[in-house]
């Protein structure tokens, strides 16, 4: 069996319900998971919650219940988030699981058999909102560098993984596979934190909620240890009868914002370096949104729901499209960006409403009008470019770039209407105005099958209209695989309601 196409999420704390941060991470995995099947690829996408440490523990004391009950409920609104998102994920792990604690404890086990962890004293600050250890030259003033919340002194026993033992490994191991850090423009990032390298707590002694050390049980594994785990114990690591594991690891790419680029780039790769478990190919980095030009937060009380921007587009299916499409195209992929309801009205109505949609009415319209709905004219062949274009920007996960091209496929469509006007032609030159209105059909739908990743109902939708019969991922799949996208003989059209109605 062909290796599975793995892509990951990070696994999400259940301190709080999700907001559109956590939404724009899954959306885009979602984009690239619907986006490698089309291409034929038998996809693994894994996503799920990460619910132990001291952070989640306190989330649930102060609403007076215990964290696996605290967790079991905010669980669910993750779930609900996904499916209202449209998400496609084969996978979901919580590190609450069995499956997943027994590989951590196996995986512990294996690390201190190869003497790969020792046992010592940790003496230096803690953040607990970013579960990370920081030793007082990191720090900003008082506190973290990461949240600018305060830190906390830390002085317990504590067992440590030899981290610096791993660093000319992990130097050679940049270098020779330059794709693995990603977006480039944060390699130096990691490069240089690598050169700084020390050994790294793994266990802490003063926090209950976690998975007990084997062996040690007055020991919890340190939060981040067990949730970087999640990427091989949801797909089977170690676990009997052997699930998939052999047939989807290594990942292919895992998805982090960029705070958490450290953990996956440094910690998690040497900590399969040391257990000889192949190490992933790409670890992809994102960027931070603000909203409406402020950091998002609870205390501010600006954390943008994304049921919220659904509901405001007209529910699930046009607003779970909007949005996705929103937040891919808004800022290119791997940059910070701003969320405003300016600019997602503007988008929304720029591109949606008066490009596409409008291209999509006009000629249906037409093809109605001309010719009794039945899509004349002869078989042409698409120009390559923007196809070429659309799959090297996917190949890149510059989402932003492929979407681009899309608008361009748009773009020129509206301009061979009106330059062509075949409103005017059909009453001199009938089969001219019908092979326009042919042409411009076979580009929307070669809109269609490129935007169904990011858009996967209004695609349909907009499949349906073109008098479509068969599955669009099947000819989206046959297009992508041989470059045939031609009508079937007598398609008649169905126009239906305007697909994004101007705001
Ligand atoms: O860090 N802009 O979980 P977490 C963009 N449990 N992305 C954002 C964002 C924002 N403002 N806010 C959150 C954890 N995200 C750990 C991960 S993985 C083994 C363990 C997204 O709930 C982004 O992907 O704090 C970020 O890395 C992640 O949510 C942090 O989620």
Request: charged share 25%; net charge neutral; proline share 5%.
């Amino acid at each position: 069996m062909p290796k599975q196409y793995y892509i990951t999420t990070p696994i999400y704390y259940v301190n709080d319900v999700p907001h559109i941060g956590h939404a724009y991470t899954t959306i885009a995995a979602d984009v690239l998971a619907r986006w490698k099947r089309l291409q034929g690829h038998e996809v693994f996408f894994l996503t799920g919650t990460d619910e132990h440490g001291a952070k989640i523990a306190q989330a649930a004391e102060a609403k007076g219940v215990s964290p696996q009950a605290y967790a079991d409920e905010i669980v669910e609104a993750f779930k609900r988030l996904w499916q209202s998102l449209h998400i496609t994920h084969n996978g979901f792990i919580r590190t609450t699981e069995d499956r997943h604690i027994q590989t951590v404890q196996a995986f512990f086990s294996k690390l201190r058999e190869n003497r790969d962890i020792y046992k010592g004293m940790y003496e230096d600050w803690y953040c607990t909102p970013c579960e990370t250890f920081w030793s007082e030259s990191e720090l900003k003033g008082k506190t973290c560098p990461v949240c600018s919340r305060e830190v906390e002194r830390l002085q317990e026993e504590s067992y440590f993984f030899k981290l610096d033992k791993y660093k000319d490994r992990l130097l050679s191991f940049y270098k020779n596979n330059p794709d693995f850090l990603a977006p480039r423009f944060r390699s130096s990032e990691i490069i240089n934190f690598v050169k700084e390298l020390k050994n790294l707590s793994v266990s802490r002694t003063k926090v209950k909620w976690g998975v007990p050390v084997p062996d040690d049980e007055k020991h919890t594994v340190y939060v981040w240890f067990d949730a970087l785990i999640n990427y091989i114990s949801g797909i089977g690591y170690g676990q009997s009868p052997a699930a998939d594991f052999k047939d989807i690891w290594p990942a292919d790419v895992h998805f982090v914002g960029k705070e958490i680029f450290r953990f996956h780039a440094v910690i998690w790769p040497a900590m399969l370096m040391s257990l000889g478990i192949d190490v992933p190919k790409k670890v992809f980095a994102h960027g931070w949104w603000t909203v409406e030009g402020d950091k998002m937060s609870k205390s501010k009380g600006n954390m943008v729901d994304p049921h919220k921007i659904i509901a405001d587009f007209g529910g699930e299916g046009l607003g779970t499209d909007v949005l996705r499409y929103f937040v891919l195209r808004e800022v290119p992929f791997g940059n910070d960006g701003d969320f405003s309801q300016k600019a997602l009205l503007g988008r929304y109505n720029a591109e949606l409403a008066n490009a596409l949609g409008n291209l999509l009415n006009r000629t249906l319209n037409l093809i109605e009008k001309n010719d009794k709905g039945q899509i004349l004219g002869k078989k042409t062949s698409l120009p390559v470019n923007r196809l070429e274009k659309f799959k090297a920007a996917m190949d890149n996960l510059a989402f932003h770039e492929a979407l681009e091209e899309v608008a361009l496929i748009v773009r020129e469509g509206n301009a061979k209407i009106d330059s062509e006007a075949p409103w005017k032609t059909v009453k001199t030159d009938p089969a001219k105005a019908s092979q326009t209105l042919h042409d411009v059909l076979i580009s929307l739908k070669q809109a269609a099958i490129l935007l169904h990743p990011f858009m996967p109902t209004i695609t349909q939708e907009m499949w349906k209209q073109m008098g479509e019969q068969e599955d669009l991922a099947q000819t989206g799949k046959r297009f992508l695989k041989t470059g045939d996208i031609s009508f079937v003989p007598e398609q008649t059209v169905k126009k239906g309601n305007p697909l994004f109605p101007r705001k």
